[in-house]
């Protein structure tokens, strides 16, 4: 990220002269309107969202590709098969029409695959987070989703072939956000 | 884990000399009293009289009132004697580095603030040590500007404050459980807290960036190792969202977002996004890892119930509650916290015999817009086993479900927004339990 959003630290002795119409609607409160400009360039580090409307970087992985990347760190919290593990983090199996409590992980719960992406890139491995590179994180999500027999272990995953995969669970949820 | 010896005192040593007449004012079954008791229109100075056998002084000058203590300081710390209350951490998992939960001691603090070294915390990658010099708030997305804020720039924003409650989700969430887990009124539900938060409108720093028609959703992010996500619809953003900077006017406390977080009022905690650094804009929610694997409830029929983002009507007992133990027979104060993530709370009932009979509770008055309610009535317990129950009602008339009723609604499978009445078992030894009806 570019340096030039930060501007020079003003006086604290500004700090609270806006500060006094407290119980005033919102449009009256008179912003300062101190935003700096910022282009997508700049957040490129940063902006680390990734979904159907969020362009997922370039890049793309095999399973194949990516077996040596779990093993070497995923599987001593998740499990050699993705079972659970040390962990007790299973990202592979279970059944939501199973009789007993299902067993939800990646295969069988996520509803999105991109969601496999945006939260390995962001939060895994969980003791050096962000330290894949994206063309890592395609070849070990594309081994993930592969353990759960969605796809072999040939098929390439990048930002086009990941939005199009449907995960089983896919219609499995209800979005409560309209009645709130 | 224990309680202090001082709670016991506080809950045992009151014996009063209430007259025969006091009968009448009993108002529901197993010693219910009336909440008229605390509004002084009876029993004048009868009620919670500390015998005098309770004293641990021995009527000589103590030792304090014959030395100077230590002088002014710089930040001021709780008395040694009160340094057993403390939030409940637990024990670091190496496989999850930083994450976890610690809780609230609901039953060792009285009023309805929380002091901020004892709010709950939860994280999902640990407690980052952000330079404020070295953070900013970006806004992108479906925006007219995209617009970055840094630590110095927020400060000259006109902020606003606001006294309400944060409640993680997943508090209470051991009592969907079959077997009735015995622990404190900290351990099964101290996932709540409440303070006074201090910042910006969001809708202020949106209207900056200028949001495209088109945009519904709000994406927040936070700046810590998981850099953990939250997608929030676009009417909530700017309805009564605050960037907060400052909680109980000291700048937010590490564990709590410094130096900014999202605050999003009666919402499941995890969406008031701590260490913020992005909002984004869009059409559709981002299907972050933790509005979708996490945070979602799976009902009996395998559908699963995402965005389920208010925080329902709720009441929990904190004295008596788990874990202490009634010493001698005579008046108590019941006392608790309610608040519904809709409002405020307008009614409060207890009952001691498990349902079967109410009493209205006495709520300080100052109980506001989704903040915590203190609510007391007067109980007294003559040795019989007695069965605790709190259950509130807000002023849109949502009343707290029976556990039952809750089981029924979401089934055995769920985990976050538990909601029921509790209740907690005094047995005839005084001994005080999580139970179910």
Known sequence: ?180 | MSIRETDVAELGAVEPNLEPSTTDLMVAGNGLMSRRLLLGLGLGGAGLTVASGALGADFSMPVWSKQPGPGPSGYGQPSRFVADIQRDPGRANPLYPGGGASRTPLHQLRGTITPNGLHFERHHAGVPEIDPAAHAVFINGLVERPLAFDYESLLRYPMVSRTQFLECSGNSGALFRDAAVDGTAQSINGLVSCAEWTGIPLSVLLDEAGVSPEARWVSAVGADAASMGRSIPLNKAVDDVLVALFQNGEPLRPEQGYPVRLFVPGWEGNVSVKWLTQIKLSKEPSQFRDETSKYTDTLADRSSLQFTFPMGVKSIITSPSGKMQLQTHGLYQIEGLAWSGAGSISKVEISADGGATWAEAAIDAQAGDKSLARFRLPWRWQGNSAQLISRATDNYGNIQPTRNQLLAEKGALAFYHFNAQQCWDVSSNGEVKNTYV
């Open chain 1, 1 to 180: 990220m570019s340096n030039n959003i930060f501007k020079p630290a003003l006086a604290w002795t500004l700090s609270f002269a806006l500060s006094a119409p407290l119980a005033v609607a919102q449009d009256t409160l008179g912003s300062p309107q101190l935003g700096k400009p910022v282009t997508q360039m700049d957040l490129s580090d940063l902006d680390l969202i990734a979904s159907k409307e969020s362009v997922l970087p370039a890049g793309s992985g095999t399973a194949f590709q990516g077996r040596e990347i779990y093993a070497a760190k995923c599987a001593s919290c998740h499990g050699a098969e993705g079972s659970g593990g040390a962990a007790n983090q299973p990202l592979v199996g279970g059944n939501m029409r199973s009789q007993d409590a299902p067993t939800r992980t990646v295969g069988s719960y996520w509803p999105h695959a991109s969601t496999l992406f945006d939260y390995v890139r962001r939060a895994m491995p969980a003791n050096a987070p962000k330290s894949l590179s994206n063309t890592e994180v395609y070849q070990v999500i594309a081994y993930v989703l592969y353990m759960n027999g969605l796809i072999d272990q040939y098929k390439v995953i990048n930002a086009e072939t990941l939005l199009t995969l449907k995960m089983p669970n896919a219609g499995g949820f209800i979005d409560m956000s309209a009645s709130d």
